[in-house]
């Protein structure tokens, strides 16, 4: 193909497009221009939380504020491709919560939370995207997978990312990451066969 086909080819021309307009947004929020903080916050915000949901936290869009907090404040050191900005803010969000888990595990549990507070009455789109990703049980499936094995399947079926990008988030070889899917894909098919899941 020559260069000036190239040129022509409507996927390439979307792709380039969409590629500059990222790096306009990014250059206006490293220059500190609200309107772009405002658009970068719509876009992953809303990832970030059906990311904390899948990995039950217990205040989702406090997850998604702080990750998205930490990205404006670093986000002057951040270089590269939108591809690559998907896995640094994902990075962020899994250490986030790691962080907030580990704090938990050395928290005492109280135990007298006040049982009038439903914060699961309306589910959120977010919740509702992940019972159309699967099934309606699928975060109760998730939840019978190791923490690398969730992540690995939100991010590749749910966020679409790559294997290498996965691999960028959860620190692992792409070869890890690949073995983490496929034992977590054979797990999910025998929860789904014992439990009788369409």
């Given at each position: 193909?020559?260069?000036?086909?190239?040129?022509?080819d409507p996927i390439?021309?979307?792709?380039?497009?969409?590629?500059?307009?990222f790096?306009?947004?990014l250059?206006a929020?490293?220059?500190?221009?609200?309107?772009?903080?405002?658009?970068?916050?719509?876009?992953?915000?809303?990832?970030?939380?059906?990311?904390a949901v899948?990995?039950?936290?217990?205040d989702a869009?406090?997850?998604?504020n702080?990750?998205?907090l930490?990205v404006?404040?670093?986000?002057?050191?951040?270089?590269?491709s939108?591809?690559?900005f998907?896995?640094?803010v994902?990075?962020?969000a899994r250490?986030?919560?790691?962080d907030l888990?580990?704090?938990?595990?050395?928290?005492?549990q109280?135990?007298?939370?006040?049982?009038?507070e439903?914060h699961?009455a309306?589910?959120?789109?977010?919740?509702t995207?992940?019972?159309?990703f699967g099934?309606?049980?699928?975060?109760?499936?998730?939840?019978?997978?190791?923490?690398d094995?969730r992540?690995?399947?939100?991010?590749?079926?749910?966020?679409?990312?790559?294997?290498?990008a996965v691999g960028?988030?959860?620190e692992?070889?792409?070869?890890?990451?690949?073995?983490?899917?496929?034992?977590?894909?054979k797990?999910?098919?025998?929860?789904?066969?014992e439990?009788?899941?369409?």
């Open positions: 193909m020559s260069p000036r086909d190239r040129d022509h390439s021309l979307v792709e380039r497009r969409a590629a500059e307009v790096q306009r947004r250059a929020a490293v220059d500190g221009e609200q309107w772009a903080f405002g658009e970068l916050y719509e876009e992953y915000a809303r990832r970030v939380k059906a990311f899948s990995r039950k936290a217990a869009d406090g997850v998604a702080d990750v998205m930490r404006f404040q670093n986000i002057a050191g951040f270089e590269g939108e591809d690559k998907v896995s640094w994902f990075t962020i250490n986030r919560l790691i888990h580990r704090a938990a595990q050395r928290r005492p109280l135990s007298d939370a006040d049982p009038s439903d699961d309306v589910p959120s789109a977010e919740i995207a992940m019972e159309h099934t309606d049980g699928v975060l109760s499936l998730l939840d019978e997978l190791t923490d094995q992540d690995v399947i939100v991010l590749r079926m749910l966020e679409d990312q790559s294997l290498e960028e988030v959860l692992k070889p792409v070869t890890a990451v690949k073995a983490l899917q496929r034992r977590a894909l797990q999910l098919e025998k929860k789904i066969l439990k009788g899941v369409s």
